[in-house]
């Protein structure tokens, strides 16, 4: 099992920067996605950035250029560097891990989150 604890939300203006952190423990030789998601109020949780054990990273088109996910096979920690940030920005930002096991020849893949950190965005 995997255990993911956030950190480095908080309150800041337009155009500020932020960075969260994202602390894995348990089984993480394991894990081959680590994703941040956010949600906004009153709207479903939304996926902002992902990065594969290759290295690989992905962004939704409002992260584009704005974010960058930071983070090695290590996985420990995994980053969200957030710059340029915007009003619509703001939500409870969830990391994720995806934890791959061979079960039987098969793989399986379990997901887990972590408790969430706040970024308000605010003038």
């Known amino acids: 099992q995997v255990q993911l604890l956030e950190s480095g939300g908080g309150v800041v203006q337009p155009g500020g920067s932020l960075r969260l952190s994202c602390a894995a423990s348990g089984t993480v030789f394991s894990i081959t996605t680590m994703d941040w998601y956010r949600q906004a109020p009153g709207k479903e949780r939304e996926l902002v950035a992902e990065i594969t054990k290759g290295g690989t990273a992905t962004y939704s088109d409002s992260a584009k250029g704005r974010f960058t996910i930071i983070g090695d096979n290590r996985w420990n920690p995994v980053y969200l560097q957030m710059d340029g940030l915007k009003p619509e920005d703001t939500g409870v930002y969830y990391c994720?891990?995806?934890?791959?096991?061979?079960?039987?020849?098969?793989?399986?893949?379990?997901?887990?989150w972590g408790q969430g950190t706040q970024v308000t965005v605010s003038s």
């Open positions: 994720k891990a995806t934890e791959t096991v061979d079960v039987n020849g098969q793989p399986r893949h379990y997901d887990y």
